[in-house]
């Protein structure tokens, strides 16, 4: 082969190293500015922060409430690791490394698979530093079917979060804006929820959101999955998950389609 051919011949990298590259980018990012860390440790924290004044009172009328709480922590914690996400998509337009990656033979769904799997990343650091404090405080599996469906759930809860802020990241391009317009939701999903205390101690008006809505229905599907039972709740919570991910990969998809 000639100088001149080999000159002409563009370089193919395989997809798989492209990902495994940019996802190793994102996850070194995170470790290095002390992200990953604090989705291990956030949970731990604001798991104690709600199960010490409000232990004593929920307990009056049965149960442990370590049971109860457990999994809106969870869930509090895929908002965040969303959070994260979007801060992350919108720090790669401001910086041009999404413009850099389309001027390269780079794959145009790899830099968001790659993100993905950063994302999923944390995402499990956060259930495993909650299911470490709610094991602490007597938080307890019954069934090891269900426990694999519950974590699962979870995980899947954050993907269709972690979709939807990633995209909201990209279109907005920067990292103030994404965080503040992330931020609204989910505190409203996540204090307007059965997540900390049931719906009947909520006023009358605003019960029929706080029963309903996804957070809510992940709450008490997971509650349900703590003690061995497959309730219906799972399969509402199935449907919000399917519905999220199906409308904000639609999004994303589109999005793409229409940078420069």
Same mark, same amino acid.
């Given at each position: ?11 193919? &990298? ?19 500015? #002390? ?6 440790? @956030? ?49 790669? /337009? ?26 999923? @990343?944390?995402?499990? @650091?956060?259930?495993? #530093?909650?299911? /470490?404090? %709610? ?13 694999? &469906?519950?974590?699962? +759930?979870?995980?899947?809860?954050? &993907?269709?979060?972690?979709? %939807? ?17 992330? +931020?609204?939701?989910? +505190? ?58 199906? /409308? ?13």
């Amino acid at each position: 082969m000639t100088e001149t051919t080999l000159a002409a011949t563009p370089l193919r &990298v395989p997809a798989a190293l492209q990902w495994s590259a940019l996802s190793g980018r994102t996850l070194r990012a995170a470790l290095r500015e #002390g992200d990953l860390p604090f989705g291990f440790l @956030a949970p731990m924290i604001f798991f104690v922060c709600f199960y010490v004044p409000l232990r004593h009172s929920m307990e009056m009328s049965g149960g442990k409430y370590a049971q109860y709480l457990l999994p809106v922590i969870l869930l509090q914690g895929m908002f965040f690791t969303g959070m994260s996400a979007g801060d992350r998509s919108a720090r790669d /337009v401001h910086s041009g490394m999404g413009t850099r990656l389309r001027s390269m033979p780079v794959q145009a769904w790899l830099p968001l698979a790659a993100r993905m799997s950063a994302n999923l @990343a944390r995402a499990v @650091a956060a259930v495993a #530093g909650g299911l /470490v404090i %709610g094991s602490i405080f007597g938080f307890r599996f019954h069934d090891a079917g269900a426990a694999v &469906v519950f974590v699962l +759930l979870t995980l899947a809860f954050g &993907v269709a979060i972690v979709i %939807g802020a990633d995209t909201l990241g990209v279109v907005t391009g920067k990292p103030e804006i994404g965080a503040s317009a992330l +931020l609204t939701p989910q +505190l409203l999903l996540i204090m307007m929820s059965t997540g900390f205390v049931p719906a009947q101690l909520f006023p009358g008006w605003i019960q029929p959101f706080v029963r309903n809505q996804p957070v809510s229905q992940a709450a008490s599907a997971l509650r349900d999955l703590a003690a061995g039972e497959f309730t219906a709740a799972l399969g509402i919570t199935v449907a919000w998950i399917a519905g999220l991910i199906v /409308v904000f990969t639609a999004l994303a998809v589109r999005v793409e389609r229409r940078r420069p």
